[in-house]
């Protein structure tokens, strides 16, 4: 085991080896985004994945993309993002994690702030939000802008 390895060991929470693995391939392959993009497919929308946009305050990579729409939608992680459900704070290490979730927080209102003045619309789903749920808030957004 090398010294990173143990310091991440004794930093991360009891609970947080899985989220660790998934936070590794989060961009792409999360479950509940993995799902929900299956469900817009098969519901026939098209959309991007994976798509950077330039902003004049910076750059945002939404999870889903739809382009024409300009409607961009991120499935949050409910540790990562703090979902006010599941998001509690780790009990071990709070030094590290505040602060560390505190940013992502900010980051998450700073990215949604940039999209909407630049005259997107933002949907932010939590990923313990059921599949059909969080399809359905899509497909509103959707045909609201139609
Ligand atoms: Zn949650």
Partial sequence: MTSGEVRDAVQLPP???????????????????LAL???LH??????????RIDLPGG???PDIVFTR??????????????????????RVNQSYWSPKL?????????????LEESGWTVI?????VPVGEALASVRTALELDS
């Fill in 15 to 33: 609970t947080a080896g899985r989220r660790r693995n998934m936070q590794a391939n989060r961009r792409r392959d999360t479950g509940p985004e």
């Fill in 37 to 39: 993009r299956s469900a």
């Fill in 42 to 51: 098969a519901a026939g929308y098209r959309y991007r994945c994976d798509f």
């Fill in 59 to 61: 750059r945002v990579r």
């Fill in 69 to 90: 729409r300009k409607l961009a939608v991120f499935v949050d992680g409910c540790f990562w993002h703090s979902c006010p459900l599941h998001g509690s704070q780790p």
């Fill in 102 to 114: 505190a940013r992502n927080a900010e980051r998450d209102r700073t990215n949604t702030r940039l």
């Fill in 124 to 128: 932010r789903i939590w990923e313990h």
